[in-house]
C-alpha cells in the first residue's frame, strides 16, 4: 500500500506539491470529530492502495489550519485534486463514487500539464509567463465590489 503523508504545515504541502508536479496529488481534509470522516477514510486507504501512482495526503482542518484556508475548505471530508500544482477538482463529502471517479479522470494523465502545449508561454519580449499561482500560496487580503452599470438599463425595465 502506498503511504498516505499527513501535512501539518502550509509550508510543507507546497514543498510536497512541487516535488509531485506530474503526479495526481489528492487531498483529504478531514477533521477528529467528523462521523462521514471516519466512514470515508477507510475507502481513502483503499484507493491509495489501489492508485499507487496517485499521492495521497491528509489534512486535520483542525489542526492544520493554514492548509484549510489556503484551499478554501468549508465542509468535511473534501478532497482536493492537485495536478502540476494546481487545484483542478474538488469533491465534497463522503462520496466514494466521486471520489474513486475523480481519481481516475485526472490520474490519467500523469504528465501533469493540461495539454499539448505545458506551462504558461512566452511573451513577445520572450519574457516567461508565469503559470497560475497555486491555491496554497494564494493570499486573499481584500474583498472587492463591483457593481456593473449598462447604458441599456432602463431601456430593459421598459423605460424609454
Excluded at 493554514?66 to 473534501?78: L, N
Excluded at 465534497?92 to 479522470?105: F, V, Y
Aim: glycine fraction near 6%; charge should be positive; hydrophobic fraction near 45%.
Amino acid at each position: 500500500m502506498a503511504p498516505i503523508t499527513h501535512l501539518q504545515t502550509l509550508e510543507e504541502c507546497n514543498k510536497l506539491l512541487a516535488s509531485k508536479r506530474a503526479s495526481l496529488v489528492v487531498i483529504d481534509f478531514h477533521a477528529a470529530w467528523c462521523g462521514p470522516c471516519h466512514a470515508i477514510a477507510p475507502v481513502f486507504e483503499k484507493l491509495a492502495a489501489q492508485y499507487p501512482t496517485v499521492v495521497f495526503c491528509k489534512v486535520d482542518v483542525d489542526k492544520a489550519q493554514e492548509i484549510s484556508r489556503a484551499y478554501r475548505v468549508t465542509a468535511m471530508p473534501t478532497f482536493a485534486f492537485v495536478k502540476g500544482e494546481r487545484k483542478v477538482h474538488e469533491v465534497r463529502g463522503a462520496n466514494a463514487k466521486a471520489l474513486e471517479a475523480g481519481i481516475k479522470q485526472f490520474s490519467a494523465d500523469s504528465t501533469g500539464t493540461d495539454g499539448a502545449f505545458p506551462g504558461g508561454g512566452q511573451t513577445l519580449a520572450g519574457t516567461a509567463i508565469p503559470t497560475e499561482v497555486p491555491p496554497a500560496e494564494r493570499n486573499y487580503t481584500k474583498l472587492i465590489l463591483i457593481f456593473l452599470v449598462a447604458a441599456w438599463w432602463a431601456y430593459s425595465r421598459g423605460q424609454k
